[in-house]
T-cell receptor, first 109, second 113 residues
């Protein structure tokens, strides 16, 4: 199956700082999603981005499918950005969304 | 708009007891449905998926089973719980193709004692 690796595993930010989270995947993909898991466990959809670039407020994401990686940018971080960020990928012609190990983000006031 | 519900939100069950977790989706028809488990501090593992009523595929051999008695209802069951079944169980749905975006429910936190 496809391998999905995220880095860094942990990230501590001062409020207002910018950061980049990385997701590497081992095969061609038909689905690439970024999620934010809040302290209550809810998985919140951030981006559906098998290729290209998208922006939503202070967050943006870029997937370079030919080089098999995706990046999530957080700008002007806020304490509410704290939580775990997951990347998940679906191999082309596959049926299983595979999750990476996540990046745990802590934004300090 | 579509919404996904799961219950109960939390559950504490003794070893050897049965389990039934329910997931329902509103606002769509013929969705793909999924059950995932998340162990503490780790990523999600796909347990089962369903592309239609009565159609269940298992990804991981285990003590659990799934059923889909209605189009928008997905149930996770066990006849006898093990300590290792503890975890956070999430249900998800997508439109009728694996390539489409998946949306997750609020989850059920299960503790087996």
């Amino acid at each position: 199956g496809i391998q999905v690796e995220q880095s860094p595993p942990d990230l501590i930010l001062q409020e207002g700082a910018n950061s980049t989270l990385r997701c590497n995947f081992s095969d061609s993909v038909n689905n690439l999603q970024w999620f934010h898991q809040n302290p209550w466990g809810q998985l919140i959809n951030l981006f559906y981005i098998p290729s290209g670039t998208k922006q939503n407020g202070r967050l943006s994401a870029t997937t370079v499918a030919t080089e098999r990686y995706s990046l999530l940018y957080i700008s002007s971080s806020q304490t509410t950005d704290s939580g775990v960020y997951f990347c998940a990928a679906l191999k082309a012609a596959g049926n299983k969304l595979t999750f990476g190990g996540g990046t745990r983000v802590l934004v300090k006031p | 708009s579509q919404t996904i519900h799961q219950w109960p939100a939390t559950l504490v069950q003794p070893v050897g007891s049965p389990l039934s977790l329910e997931c329902t989706v509103e606002g769509t028809s013929n969705p793909n449905l999924y059950w995932y488990r998340q162990a503490a501090g780790r990523g999600l593992q796909l347990l089962f998926y369903s592309v239609g009523i009565g159609q269940i595929s298992s990804e991981v051999p285990q003590n659990l089973s799934a059923s889909r008695p209605q189009d928008r209802q997905f149930i996770l069951s066990s006849k006898k719980l093990l300590l290792s079944d503890s975890g956070f169980y999430l249900c998800a749905w997508s439109r009728g193709s694996f390539t489409y975006e998946q949306y997750f429910g609020p989850g059920t936190r299960l503790t087996v004692t």
